[in-house]
């Protein structure tokens, strides 16, 4: 049987501790540290200084942590790198209240708590004994029954110890030499490629969030046993591509063992604000995403775009996973600017795409986008030899609200300029 290493108890604050911080809660920080350098406190000043960035940045990302004012964040990092709540939230989604979870990679363990509101146990392994420590200190102040805080190297937890669980989750750690950001898996600690088999053997599933940046078809490559894969943004900022993996695929949540992938925008309160499902083929003989077998996807002209007529940009995980051929089955309607351009147009409303919504206004000439010099618009390039940035700077344009210039290229590479007022 495993033994894991004894957590040290946190030493939990006097009131002053917490008082000092609800007090000092928009306080300037370094101006409080230079007015205290030096002075006998009663309570570790670095610490309390800590809180209060912390609480302040993360008032919106980690609401329900912070609603508690005896949780203690061990440093700023562990809050930067910590899930977002409404992520969290929806990863506990997926579980069920008999669920026993392996959550091997702890951290500040939001995840942890997520699945605790629902699972039956959790098991939060935490390699760094000083985040294990506050781990089990705010396991302890929440109140949290069915939750329990081990330090040690996960992968040897599970190499030596004799539990199975019904899910394992894994966050691998994307800090390489230096502290530098690093994405593939190889890079990424624990190793989960070498580590597969034993993650597989001793769970049902396997739930891995991974980087936004991945490559998706690699991935796919890389873990032949996915189940699901799916882009979860918040409030249109893509935030994780979540794998679920199992030696035992073929079932209900998949059709003819292809991969159920899924486009999730999240509200900030981790509600769904859009959904886009659909399957991705994959070849049984060798693992590799088979070619789509949908009807070719149709590119719009520019004679068919006028005003009064609409434009549709995908979201952030739509984008991520590009289902082109499969937004064009679903919405028959639409037309696509061109194969590198990302947006869409119609002739009619589509109330539930998956992203912006607009109706075009205008197809403005030279002499109509000299005109439009200190107006407010939202400027995006799309396939456009110009960025963004710095067609909002020649056109001489102000930050916008609900109107919106694109500027992409067509089919036939002709460049196509529109304005456009957002629906939604």
């Known amino acids: 049987m495993f033994s894991n290493h004894i957590i040290m ?7 002053d501790f917490f008082t000092f911080i609800a007090s000092n809660s928009s306080a300037d920080i370094s101006a409080l540290r230079l007015k205290l350098h030096g002075k006998a406190l009663s309570f570790d000043l670095d610490l309390a200084l800590i809180q209060i960035e912390c609480r302040r940045k993360c008032s919106s990302k980690l609401k329900k942590f912070v609603s508690n004012c005896h949780t203690i964040f061990p440093s700023t990092v562990s809050s930067e790198q910590a899930s977002h709540e409404a992520v969290a939230n929806f990863h506990s989604s997926l579980i069920s209240c008999n669920d026993r979870i392996l959550d091997m990679t702890a951290g500040l363990g939001i995840d942890s708590f997520a ?7 959790i098991t939060s392994c935490e390699i760094d004994p000083v985040k294990a420590s506050f781990l089990k200190y705010n396991i302890e102040v929440s109140g949290t029954s069915n939750m329990k805080a081990i330090c040690c190297d996960s992968m040897e937890f599970l190499s030596r110890c004799d539990n199975n669980f019904d899910l394992i989750f894994v966050d691998p750690a994307r800090r390489g030499n230096g502290n530098s950001r690093v994405y593939n898996f190889k890079d990424c600690k624990p190793d989960i490629l070498s580590g597969m088999n034993l993650l597989l053997s001793r769970a049902e599933t396997v739930m891995i969030k991974a980087s936004p940046l991945l490559d ?3 991935t796919l490559r890389d873990i032949p046993c996915a189940k699901t894969i799916r882009a979860i943004s918040v409030k249109g900022e893509c ?4 794998i679920e993996a199992s030696l035992h695929h073929q079932n209900k949540s998949t059709a003819n063992g292809n991969i159920l992938a899924e486009a999730i925008d999240l509200n900030a309160d981790g509600t769904v604000k859009s959904r886009f499902q659909f399957f991705i083929k994959r070849d049984e003989t060798n693992c590799e995403i088979s070619e789509k077998s949908f009807a070719a996807i149709r590119y719009v002209s520019a004679e068919e775009i006028s005003p009064g007529k609409f434009i549709y940009e995908p979201n952030a995980p739509v984008m991520k ?6 937004l064009c089955e679903r919405y028959p309607s639409i037309k696509k600017a061109a194969a590198s351009s990302h947006i869409f147009f119609s002739d009619i409303v ?11 206004t205008d197809i403005p000439d030279k002499k109509r986008l000299k005109s439009l010099k200190g107006e407010k618009i939202n400027v995006v390039t799309r396939n456009y030899p110009m960025q963004a940035s710095d067609l909002k700077k020649k056109l001489g344009l102000l930050e916008g609200d609900d109107t919106f210039l694109y500027a992409s290229r067509l089919s036939d590479s002709s ?10």
């Open 115 to 121: 699945f605790s509101s629902v699972a039956k146990e």
């Open 216 to 218: 998706i078809s690699q």
């Open 321 to 326: 996973l590009a289902p082109w051929h499969e």
């Open 350 to 360: 589509i109330s539930d795409f998956p992203g912006r919504i607009l109706q075009i």
């Open 415 to 424: 460049p196509i300029l529109v304005t456009a007022k957002r629906m939604r």
């Open 239 to 242: 935030k994780e591509i979540l």
């Open 9 to 15: 108890d946190l030493p939990k604050p006097g009131s």
